[in-house]
């Protein structure tokens, strides 16, 4: 109990010293920092905030099934962006109508219920020859494996890559307070990663990876910002069922995978002309730009700490 | 007042509907709001997107003869105040115009879609004569260009399930008849504002 005292406290500390930045480097504009990028910073900030407050929702005495929920409405606003961003046609109708009303609620239900042996399946296997087959039928064969495969993608990274994360919720041989801390710890140092790579980006960023897709991410960046979650991860783990090291690896493989979904996402982002998801629709944060990191790395994460639990 | 707060609410989550209003404002003034059309919820997305004091005032014209059918149309009809022209018996001095406007009195705005039918395809048809002949008779109205995007990807036409993707609803400048413009000319202007508002970003 005393340690999620703890841990929120220092999460609620770093949010506030974050949010007195954006603030204090808002106010001054002799700092000549690019107004768009710090209005991006607070953006992020505000969205982190919503994110940790959403979080603490696991932590309260009652059903792991309502964080559930909580992702459920999340992946559904991110597959919505997603393929509101996709062109699809009207031959796709009737296969987008099941992709959002069967198989997204189905993933976490069957997520609720603890059926692993199902949820891991569900979309690999049967949404994924599901979708083909009703758009076959639908009898439209213009760019037929363009359309089921971008179908495909946005229900893999926005549904079931992100239901994993509250997955670690049922995860066996810990106890429920920890298992509530495990998954604080996971979107903590996602997001905390994103931030660090920025950062590094910005002070010592030289060697672009690749200009064409994201002109922000670096080398430097990149293996910055893997460092230093590892070492944060490292300093945390006194809140996880980890050992230091397992936790400083956990830190890296979070910041790897939240690369690879970032350099992803901006990917289709690029093929598509659009900055970010949030400005396809005026007044919709994009929350897909948000959570990119998170989709792309729970899988991983929790694979890794079953195998570590088990 | 219960049907219309349970259909706004349920169609502004299906649509996920954003507002814009590019140089232009919500008015209280009598306005003909002309969008192009290519599903059912259109009427409902438009009339939401209004504020609330506006949409007191703004009626959709419907067929009447399709709304009229059975309890629960005409109820919707006439939880949305929906101004129903019957269709099929248009008469030498009650033609379709004169009784909008007739209904429209000093007070009433009205939703129209000119391309007359949805549209199955992309893009915008071309405009039926009736927003002319409204701007004829009623000089003083402001025209308002309404353009809807992607509900057709929403809603289909001939499709009954939604797919709850992300629209918007964009307002733009009021037009005006020209004095001495012609039919052709006017509606070929009025269907480029409307086009117009699809290319902002």
Redesign the interface.
């Known amino acids: 109990m005393a340690q999620n005292w703890a841990l929120a406290g220092m999460v609620a500390a770093l949010l506030l010293v974050a949010t007195t930045v954006g603030q204090i480097i808002k106010s001054q504009p002799q700092l000549g920092l690019n107004p768009a990028a710090v209005a991006a910073f607070n953006g992020r900030v505000r969205s982190w905030w919503i994110i940790c407050c959403m979080l603490s929702v696991a932590f309260l005495p009652i059903t792991p099934a309502v964080t559930v929920a909580l992702f459920g409405c999340l992946s559904f606003w991110a597959l919505r962006e997603f393929i509101t961003l996709t062109p699809t046609r009207l031959g796709d109708h009737r296969a987008l109508f099941w992709v959002f009303f069967l198989f997204t609620p189905l993933q976490y239900v069957l997520v609720a219920m603890d059926l692993y042996r199902l949820y891991s399946i569900l979309i690999p296997v049967y949404a994924f020859l599901f979708i083909p087959a009703r758009v076959a039928i639908a009898g439209d064969p213009k760019r037929f494996l363009e359309r089921v495969a971008k179908i495909q993608s946005g229900l893999l990274v926005c549904v079931y890559c992100l239901s994993f994360a509250p997955a670690l919720l049922y995860l066996k041989n810990i106890q429920p307070a920890e298992r509530s801390r495990l998954l604080f710890f996971f979107v903590t140092m996602a997001l905390l990663s994103e931030a660090l790579q920025y950062i590094w980006s910005r002070t010592y960023g030289q060697h672009v990876i690749a200009p064409a897709i994201n002109a922000t991410r670096t080398w430097e960046g990149l293996l910055g910002g893997t460092a230093s979650t590892a070492l944060v991860a490292w300093a945390l783990s006194l809140f996880t069922p980890f050992t230091h090291w397992q936790a400083a690896l956990m830190g890296m493989i979070i910041a790897v995978m939240g690369f690879a979904g970032a350099m992803t996402m901006s990917a289709i982002k690029r093929d598509r002309g659009v900055r970010d998801y949030g400005t396809l629709v005026e007044g919709h944060g994009g929350v897909l730009d948000r959570i990119d990191a998170i989709c792309f790395a729970a899988p991983v994460f929790y694979h890794v700490t079953r195998q570590i639990l088990a | 007042m219960l049907t219309e707060f349970a259909l706004t609410t349920l169609a502004r989550l299906l649509s996920?509907a954003?507002?814009?209003w590019i140089d232009s404002q919500p008015d209280t003034c009598q306005r003909i709001y002309f969008a192009n059309h290519t599903s059912h919820l259109d009427v409902i997305l438009v009339w939401s997107a209004l504020p609330h004091h506006v949409r007191e005032l703004t009626r959709p014209v419907a067929a009447k003869d399709y709304w009229s059918r059975g309890w629960i149309r005409r109820h919707i009809a006439k939880s949305y105040n929906a101004l129903l022209i019957d269709r099929k018996q248009v008469k030498v001095h009650q033609s379709p115009v004169d009784m909008m406007l007739q209904e429209m009195g000093t007070q009433h705005s009205v939703i129209i879609f000119p391309e007359g039918g949805r549209r199955?395809e992309d893009g915008i048809g071309e405009f039926k004569s009736g927003l002319y002949y409204l701007a004829k008779k009623r000089p003083d109205l402001e025209l308002v260009p309404v353009y809807i995007e992607?509900m057709n990807?929403i809603l289909?036409r001939g499709?009954f399930?939604?797919?709850?993707?992300?629209?918007?609803v964009s307002f733009g400048p009021p037009i005006y008849l020209e004095s001495a413009e012609a039919k052709v000319q006017f509606l070929k202007r009025a269907r480029a504002a409307v086009i117009s508002l699809k290319e902002i970003e």
Do not use: A, I
Request: net charge positive.
């Open positions: 996920g954003s507002v814009r199955s992607n990807r289909p499709e399930l939604p797919v709850p993707l992300l629209s918007c």
